[in-house]
Structures are given as structure tokens and as C-alpha cells.
């Protein structure tokens, strides 16, 4: 099946928390984080049912340099990104944040 990506506007600003803090220790690490969250949306789109399912109705991928998760749904033919998190954050936390955006 050729899955569709679709990604949240809000993961956007996710990414860009991300970086503005890894970018305040090194550059190169920020870009680092980037090109992980990158790989991370392209496992999704390719293996979409890899995934971890959590709060039921959706998935996360941890990205493995990073104490981050990409979180995101499948609805039909298409992977919808809808949050990047650190690994950290209180669960309920990410489930209003994921309920907010899907």
C-alpha cells in the first residue's frame, strides 16, 4: 500500500522547540535532531503498523538518539504525524496534546 504522510502543523513548532535548546549546545546536534525526526517520519510513512501503540488509537516511534517520541494515527490510507514529545513529559500531557491535534 502506498501510504500517504500528513503532518500536523503544531509538530512543525515541535521540532523547532527541539532545535532552538539542542542548537543553544551545538549546532550540529540540532541538525542532528532534524535528520533523525526526518528518518522517523519516513519509518512511519513505510512501516506505519511498527509502531507502538498507545492510548489505543495511536502510535509512537522513539527516535534513537534523542529522548524524543514521534507520535502519530493511521486513518485510512494515511500516517498523520501529529506531535513530537519528549520522552519525559507527564502521559496524560501527550494524550491531550495528541486528542488536541487529531
Keep these: 500500500m502506498n501510504w500517504v504522510l500528513s503532518v500536523h502543523p ?3 513548532d515541535d521540532i523547532g522547540d527541539a532545535t532552538d535548546y539542542y542548537t543553544t549546545i551545538d549546532r550540529d546536534l540540532a541538525t542532528s535532531f532534524v535528520d533523525e ?4 517520519f519516513s519509518f512511519a510513512r513505510q512501516y506505519p503498523h511498527a509502531g507502538h501503540t ?3 488509537k495511536y502510535r509512537r516511534v522513539t527516535l534513537t538518539r534523542f529522548p524524543y517520541l514521534m507520535c502519530y494515527r493511521i486513518v485510512g490510507d494515511t500516517v498523520r504525524i501529529l506531535a513530537i514529545v519528549h520522552s ?3 502521559p496524560k500531557w501527550i494524550r491531550a496534546r495528541l486528542d ?3
Excluded at 37 to 40: K, L, S, T
Design 10 to 12: 503544531g509538530v512543525r
Design 37 to 40: 525526526a526526518q528518518i522517523a
Design 54 to 56: 498507545v492510548y489505543t
Design 88 to 90: 519525559r513529559r507527564d
Design 100 to 102: 488536541a491535534r487529531s
